[in-house]
């Protein structure tokens, strides 16, 4: 399985941004795919998580509200668009997936590349 990320970019303080993560390889309804991000200086943390097969969403607190996971089965493709967007969410962004629901990184089998997002104030 490979994951390429892209739709990062530079963005100002309260506008949006929509990341795709294109998946190649085998995939089951079962999977999980998952965004991550890292800031500078800081650890890899969840930010929201999708199943292939039903579409069940889950994020993490303080991004409920103002990003959005979906999946475009037919295309094997995991978006999130990202409104709102404040300084404090400037990190690379990372796709992944993982075989069941987990918050962890580690539960996490394959990645992409990152894609960098930065928000100007």
């Known amino acids: 399985v490979q994951l390429q990320a892209s739709g990062g970019g530079l963005v100002q303080a309260g506008g949006s941004l929509r990341l795709s993560c294109a998946a190649s390889?085998?995939?089951?309804?079962?999977?999980?795919m998952g965004w991550f991000r890292q800031a500078p200086g800081k650890e890899r943390a969840f930010v929201a998580a999708?199943?292939?097969?039903?579409?069940?969403?889950y994020y993490a607190d303080s991004m409920k509200g103002r990003f959005t996971i979906s999946r475009d089965n037919a295309k094997n493709t995991v978006y999130l668009q990202m409104n709102r967007l404040k300084p404090e969410d400037t990190a690379v962004y990372y796709c992944?997936?993982?075989?069941?629901?987990?918050?962890?990184?580690?539960?996490?089998?394959?990645w992409g590349q990152g894609t960098l997002v930065t928000v100007s104030s």
């Open positions: 992944a997936r993982s075989s069941y629901y987990s918050t962890s990184r580690n539960d996490y089998d394959y």
């Open positions: 390889g085998r995939t089951f309804s079962s999977h999980v």
């Open positions: 999708i199943r292939w097969g039903a579409g069940s969403t």
